[in-house]
């Protein structure tokens, strides 16, 4: 069924009777028990749901993010587990026509039953699971949720299966991937009841879902269509009314369905008038549109569902051109270029995330300027509130599908289950705004290409693996993502690895040269690509963290509690090895945790700021990783108990939307200003290299333009022409509301004056108000304090006698004593 309608912006009287929708929703969220598998008495009672089986044991149990408690816990996944409860339900719901019982997340193999009934087998962690229950349904219930190690389930599927899939049992599991331990996580495997569990109760029928879909934005008019789900066929008249930002739309559309046209689903078009766009928080407002959609019957309101919906277009361009083929996003029409990182679930024990935890982070993520996240592969699709938080902040998501680096399976039920999950996973998400890109898979075929997994099979097996690959990323998930949401899908990330020439030119890129290769950082700046969908580098984690790890409470890097939180064979060796070429490397764990921390910020900022300046050509630069899923040596910018490292605060600079971007090669200066604001920008533009005293030894200034959505090469000077000695000097240049300091040489060879800092600190309203100054040029300035909190800037350089302000954010009672590092002090020692 289809109804056109233009729906005027005026309000008119609510002429019906609203009543109270007649669905019951009721959540089973507690008490649970768990059990062993034997059955006897409970290990864990007054469980709330959603649950891991390892949170739940927590209070009994030692932290498996303390020392190597990690490896003591495997047992947990080695074992069968049952989880109880006892519910009662009243006669009218009881007597209610439709009772469903739904499980939005179960992982993973799972025999349910209610009473003494089995009602339901689960096997993949990603599925909202619904049955009918009413037949079985009493005044008191009892439900049971008997769930399976996936160890010997996945090991009958391998053995099973006529040949072995790259990277072991893993692939034979719908389950998020980096339970089963990555080069950045633990090997906690969890199982349980990870989504809430409720029944629902109706008469007649209930909303299933409301796309809004848009149509088109032409001549100042959106124009929309709510495609309604009816949770069952209905041969009845009903009324569709739909109300935006509270007001009722004047005209009603009443359907009137014949007997054969009872599979359709109902479309209301509607248009609004000067819509309001979504964008990018950064380029514009992320407005949101409450849109309601109502059901009556007779006169009687049935069912509704409100949802908040931007306006907006993207449009993922990847088009030939004179230099390979572009990758980049257009929002609303205009190229935007995306700053950001790359997003993995933000604890192993996932039940433990709270909306505060989203909010703090998705925060972070605004603070420092990025406007897209990926939500990596090997992880989970996110909870709703996620989602919502990236629309009303305005953050862009590059969405994997969940499957990260591996081959996996064809079997019909592993398709058919996959099938389930794609389906679901866009429906469930496809109103949210902040979507931009549906993405196949992490890594899989590049790793199929060119990591050797093809070596010594024959060409049969080579075959059937690849047909199997097909299927789902060539075939099904195209098929179903653009019948379902108008949203764009790219098949795997990257398109070309680093073993592939043309992965500066084509696509997307993963370049892990720097790292895995260890290339120098300058590698960055001399191979960019179209878009940088992952590269990154490791550091240590605050001393907050490092704490915590260490049983004894020490800040011991060098205990064998440490050495089990870091995950990367050859990571500690890489961070000494890239700090002895630019850095100096100090003898004391507290300096060398510092010092790892500038190490990472100032290698990523060659690549953000390289990636920046060479727009167009590049139009996107998405660092690995944003956080953590525990305490960790990692590559993350944020670590566990969501302490800003270096890089997060290098990154909000690098990410300002006006930056001054300089850099030397071949002894020559270069300097950028990149605008990816929607206006020009014509300002005074100043160059001065001063000495490290303050002495001003060159300046240059001019009117300069920097152009819309651009990067402009404004100045160049030869470094020799001028009498200066490279290493006791620094760089200050300003352009509009943007400045930066910057040194020339590598900061190991720079010529530093013992530090003179001054530091007075004032209590403000929510923390403290902090004053620096010092006589000399202080570079890498690292301020911290035993009291939980946060600074607003940290790890930056000062000017002599130049004062600034900072803020630290706390809830403490306690008092502050603040301390300092400077890259001047170890180099004084």
Same mark, same amino acid.
């Given at each position: 069924m289809r109804y056109s309608v233009l729906l005027l912006l005026l309000v008119f009287c609510y002429s019906c009777q609203v009543e109270k929708p007649n669905l019951q929703r009721h959540y089973l969220d507690a008490p649970w028990e768990l059990y062993l598998e034997q059955f006897?008495?409970?290990?864990?009672?007054?469980?709330?749901?959603?649950?891991?089986?390892?949170?739940?044991?927590?209070?009994?149990?030692?932290?498996?993010?303390?020392?190597?408690?990690?490896?003591?816990?495997?047992?947990?996944?080695?074992?069968?587990?049952?989880?109880?409860?006892?519910?009662?339900?009243?006669?009218?719901?009881?007597?209610?026509?439709?009772i469903n019982l739904h499980f939005e997340g179960i992982d993973t193999y799972a025999s349910i039953s209610l009473n003494g009934v089995a009602i339901l087998e689960t096997d993949n962690a990603f599925l909202h699971w619904k049955t009918d229950v009413k037949p079985y349904l009493k005044k008191e219930n009892e439900l049971l949720i008997a769930i399976k190690s996936p160890l010997p389930i996945e090991e009958e599927k391998a053995t099973a299966n006529p040949y072995a899939l790259p990277v072991g049992n893993r692939v034979y599991t719908r389950k998020a991937q980096f339970q089963y331990g990555w080069d950045w996580g633990p090997k906690l495997n969890t199982m349980g009841i990870i989504k809430p569990v409720y029944l629902e109760a109706y008469d007649h029928f209930k909303i299933e879902e409301v796309y809004i879909k848009q149509n088109y934005i032409q001549d100042s008019i959106a124009n929309l269509t709510a495609q309604i789900k009816l949770s069952q066929p209905i041969t009845e008249q009903l009324t569709y009314q739909i109300k935006v930002n509270d007001s009722l739309y004047p005209i009603k559309i009443t359907d009137s369905l014949l007997?054969?046209?009872?599979?359709?689903?109902?479309?209301?078009?509607?248009?609004?008038?000067?819509?309001?766009?979504?964008w990018p928080h950064n380029i514009g407002e992320p407005y949101l549109y409450e849109i309601e959609v109502l059901v009556l019957k007779d006169g009687k309101?049935?069912?509704?569902?409100?949802?908040?919906?931007?306006?907006?277009?993207?449009?993922?361009?990847?088009?030939?051109?004179?230099?390979?083929?572009?990758?980049?996003?257009?929002?609303?029409?205009?190229?935007?270029?995306?700053?950001?990182?790359?997003?993995?679930?933000?604890?192993?024990?996932?039940?433990?995330?709270?909306d505060q935890h989203y909010e703090e982070l998705l925060d972070d993520v605004v603070d420092?300027?990025?406007?897209?996240?990926?939500?990596?592969?090997?992880?989970?699709?996110?909870?709703?509130?996620?989602?919502e938080k990236c629309d009303k902040k305005g953050i862009l998501v590059w969405q994997d599908f969940m499957f990260a680096c591996a081959?996996?399976?064809?079997?019909?039920?592993?398709?058919?289950?996959?099938?389930?999950?794609?389906?679901?996973?866009?429906?469930?998400?496809?109103?949210?705004?902040?979507?931009?890109?549906?993405?196949?898979?992490?890594?899989?075929?590049?790793?199929?290409?060119?990591?050797?997994?093809?070596n010594g099979r024959p060409q049969a097996e080579r075959d059937s693996i690849w047909e199997d690959y097909r299927a789902v990323f060539q075939i099904a998930m195209p098929k179903y993502v653009s019948e379902l949401t108008k949203e764009p899908y790219w098949e795997s990330t990257p398109k070309l690895g680093r073993g592939n020439p043309r992965y500066e030119f084509e696509g997307d890129a993963h370049d892990w040269r720097v790292w895995h290769d260890a290339y120098p950082f300058e590698h960055f700046e001399e191979h960019v690509p179209r878009f940088m969908s992952e590269f990154?580098?490791?550091?240590?984690?605050?001393?907050?963290?490092?704490?915590?790890?260490?049983?004894?409470?020490?800040?011991?890097?060098?205990?064998?509690?440490?050495?089990?939180?870091?995950?990367?064979?050859?990571?500690?060796?890489?961070?000494?090895?890239?700090?002895?070429?630019?850095?100096?490397?100090?003898?004391?764990?507290?300096?060398?945790?510092?010092?790892?921390?500038?190490?990472?910020?100032?290698?990523m900022s060659k690549g953000l700021q390289a990636h920046r300046r060479a727009r167009p050509y590049n139009m996107g630069t998405l660092y690995w990783q944003l956080n953590d899923c525990w305490?960790?040596?990692?590559?993350?910018?944020?670590?566990?108990?969501?302490?800003?490292?270096?890089?997060?605060?290098?990154?909000?600079?690098?990410?300002?939307?006006? =930056?001054?971007?300089?850099?030397?090669?071949?002894?020559? #200066?270069? *300097?950028? %200003?990149?605008?990816? $604001?929607?206006?020009?920008?014509?300002?005074?533009?100043?160059?001065?290299?001063?000495?490290?005293?303050?002495?001003?030894?060159?300046?240059?200034?001019?009117i300069g333009t920097a152009g819309m959505n651009s990067s402009t090469k404004f100045h160049h000077m030869n470094l020799a022409s001028l009498d200066i000695d490279p290493s006791s000097v620094y760089v200050y240049t300003e352009f509009g509301s943007s400045s930066t300091i910057d040194v020339l040489v590598r900061p190991k060879d720079l010529k530093l004056p013992k530090e003179e800092l001054s530091l007075k600190? =004032?209590?403000?309203?929510?923390?403290?108000?902090?004053? #620096?100054? *010092?006589? %000399?040029?202080?570079? $890498?300035?690292?301020?911290?304090?035993?009291?939980?909190?946060?600074?607003?800037?940290?790890?930056?350089?000062?000017?002599?006698?130049?004062?600034?302000?900072?803020?630290?954010?706390?809830?403490?009672?306690?008092?502050?004593?603040?301390k300092y590092k400077t890259l001047n002090g170890l180099m004084n020692h």
């Open positions: 006897t008495h409970p290990i864990a009672d007054s469980i709330t749901i959603p649950s891991t089986v390892h949170s739940a044991i927590l209070a009994k149990t030692r932290h498996p993010f303390i020392g190597n408690n990690e490896y003591r816990m495997q047992w947990i996944t080695e074992t069968d587990w049952t989880y109880k409860t006892q519910f009662k339900v009243d006669r009218n719901t009881l007597e209610k026509e439709y007997a054969s046209d009872v599979q359709a689903t109902p479309e209301v078009h509607f248009e609004i008038h000067n819509p309001q766009l979504w309101l049935i069912d509704s569902k409100k949802l908040q919906r931007g306006i907006r277009t993207i449009e993922l361009v990847n088009e030939p051109d004179d230099l390979g083929t572009s990758f980049y996003f257009k929002v609303n029409g205009v190229p935007v270029y995306m700053k950001g990182a790359n997003y993995i679930p933000q604890n192993s024990m996932q039940d433990l995330v709270t420092a300027n990025m406007n897209m996240l990926r939500v990596w592969g090997g992880g989970s699709y996110e909870k709703d509130v996620f989602y081959m996996y399976p064809g079997d019909d039920r592993f398709r058919e289950s996959v099938t389930q999950e794609i389906t679901q996973q866009v429906t469930r998400l496809r109103n949210h705004s902040s979507i931009a890109l549906w993405c196949g898979n992490n890594e899989t075929s590049e790793a199929w290409k060119h990591w050797g997994w093809q990154g580098f490791q550091s240590h984690p605050s001393y907050e963290t490092i704490h915590y790890i260490n049983k004894d409470g020490s800040l011991n890097i060098q205990s064998a509690d440490y050495a089990s939180h870091q995950k990367h064979e050859r990571g500690n060796e890489l961070i000494r090895e890239y700090m002895a070429r630019d850095f100096p490397v100090p003898t004391s764990d507290e300096d060398y945790v510092y010092v790892s921390q500038l190490l990472q910020a100032y290698g305490p960790a040596v990692s590559w993350s910018s944020i670590d566990y108990f969501g302490n800003w490292k270096a890089l997060h605060y290098q990154a909000k600079r690098d990410f300002e939307n006006l =930056l001054i971007s300089n850099y030397v090669k071949d002894g020559v #200066l270069h *300097s950028y %200003v990149v605008n990816d $604001d929607l206006n020009d920008l014509t300002s005074g533009y100043s160059i001065k290299i001063m000495d490290v005293y303050g002495n001003e030894l060159y300046q240059e200034s001019f600190s =004032l209590k403000t309203t929510g923390g403290y108000q902090i004053t #620096l100054k *010092s006589a %000399v040029f202080v570079k $890498d300035a690292f301020l911290y304090s035993p009291v939980k909190g946060h600074f607003s800037d940290n790890f930056f350089d000062l000017e002599p006698e130049v004062e600034k302000i900072l803020f630290f954010e706390t809830d403490s009672d306690v008092a502050p004593v603040f």
